[in-house]
């Protein structure tokens, strides 16, 4: 019976933890967060609250943000400074254009669908990555009319 209700209380215990993380409302002590592999950059904060990585590093896989364009533009300029903010991500961090494996791309409008595509087409080298298209609901955040995240491996 005491084995019962230790594994009852093992159970809760991790429901409630659980629970509390995803409204964040606990902290994981940093012994069970810490991956040695795991290198993440550009931290945004809101507050003091950190909201989300620039880039994580893991391994020979590099993910990096949704990167956007927020100037005044037409999507042909927008597009060529988020693929230029993708390629500095990949250097910093030891991979390359050529080397991405997966690009997200989020339109404000679907009719900029063609002009992005020009600007896109030929900036991963001959073997382009697979890629997924959508328009957002609403546009994309900051006002920017494309934003990009991808997945890249690190080395050759």
Not at 4 to 17: D, W, Y
Not at 41 to 48: A, K, L, P
Not at 57 to 71: C, E, S
Not at 85 to 98: A, F, Q, R
Request: one cysteine or more.
């Amino acid at each position: 019976m005491k084995s019962i209700n230790l594994s009852r209380r093992q159970s809760f215990q991790k429901l409630t933890l659980g629970v509390a993380g995803l409204f964040g409302l606990t902290q994981v002590r940093a012994s069970h967060q810490e991956n040695p592999q795991k290198r993440v950059s550009n931290i945004t904060h809101d507050q003091q609250i950190p909201l989300f990585s620039g880039s994580v590093r893991h391994g020979n896989t590099i993910y990096v943000a949704g990167k956007g364009a927020h100037f005044d533009g037409d999507i042909k300029a927008h597009t060529d400074h988020v693929l230029k903010e993708l390629e500095k991500e990949l250097v910093k961090h030891g991979s390359s254009m050529e080397q991405v494996l997966k690009v997200n791309v989020y339109l404000a409008d679907l009719a900029d669908y063609h002009p992005m595509n020009e600007v896109y087409r030929g900036r991963f080298g001959d073997n382009p990555p697979v890629r997924t298209t959508v328009a957002t609901y609403g546009g994309v955040p900051g006002n920017s009319l494309v934003e990009m995240d991808c997945i890249a491996a690190v080395g050759s």
